[in-house]
């Protein structure tokens, strides 16, 4: 049955575009219900209208606490109609009750190999620490910061010349392919999560072509569509 599934977003939305092509191509059974910005100047509102795919603006400085704001994300979410939700690149914390709410439903992609470097500087972070590899991680959401059961991580190269602006860049190629394909497992019903960790049911589907993101290694693989 296709997921219907809330997207909150901050930014550009390059994640959420991903997202959309691939329901549109057919690789994730889900629709978008609603996309969801704090931000009124987010590309990411355009990337929907673009879609027909309904918006919603909820700037966070119109509410007067952080449980208020919630409780107005929460309604909106609830509203469209979504069983689950990701944030791809939404910047904001969210609050126990929606965590409650949506619990074991709600996604995150996060530009870091976590546990290291969470926060919104990771690229730029894991850039200045000096390490070789980089990444990106998938996770399911819990009421800590970028704290939940990984999906999926890709890792990338990371270069002494390299800053937040080019590591980012060489991550995020990797985040539109693995945020898509973390979307499908759960639209597909093939995660589940035990404690820390998330098993993927298998499935009789191919492995993606994966020669474009060399020397990148992606796990779980990605499957063909992603
Ligand atoms: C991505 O790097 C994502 O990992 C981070 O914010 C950025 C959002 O990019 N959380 P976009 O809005 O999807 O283009």
Not at 63 to 86: F, I, K, Q, T
Request: hydrophobic content about 45%.
């Amino acid at each position: 049955m296709t997921l219907p599934v809330a997207v909150l977003v901050s930014g550009s939305g390059s994640n959420l575009q991903a997202v959309i092509d691939r329901i549109e191509s057919g690789a994730i059974d889900a629709r978008v219900t609603v996309v969801v910005s704090n931000k009124p100047d987010a590309y990411a509102l355009t990337r929907a209208r673009n879609h027909g795919i309904p918006t919603c603006l909820l700037p966070h400085g119109d509410y007067p606490d952080r449980a208020a704001y919630d409780a107005a994300l929460l309604a909106a979410v609830r509203d469209s109609g979504a069983e689950a939700v990701l944030l791809a690149g939404f910047l904001r914390i969210l609050g126990a009750p929606f965590v409650a709410a949506y619990r074991d439903r709600i996604v995150n992609i996060h530009p870091a190999l976590l546990p290291s470097f969470p926060g919104i500087r990771g690229q730029g972070d894991a850039a200045a620490y000096g390490v070789t590899l980089a990444g990106a991680t998938v996770h399911f959401v819990d009421e800590k910061m970028d704290n939940g059961p990984i999906i999926i991580q890709a890792a990338v190269p990371a270069l002494p010349d390299d800053g937040a602006a080019t590591l980012g860049a060489r991550i995020l190629r990797l985040e539109h392919r693995i945020c898509p394909q973390a979307l499908a497992w759960l639209a597909a019903g093939r995660l589940t999560i035990e404690g820390r960790k998330t098993r993927l049911a298998p499935a009789d589907v191919p492995p993606a072509d994966t020669s474009d993101t060399a020397p990148c290694l992606v796990n779980p693989p990605l499957e063909a569509g992603f």
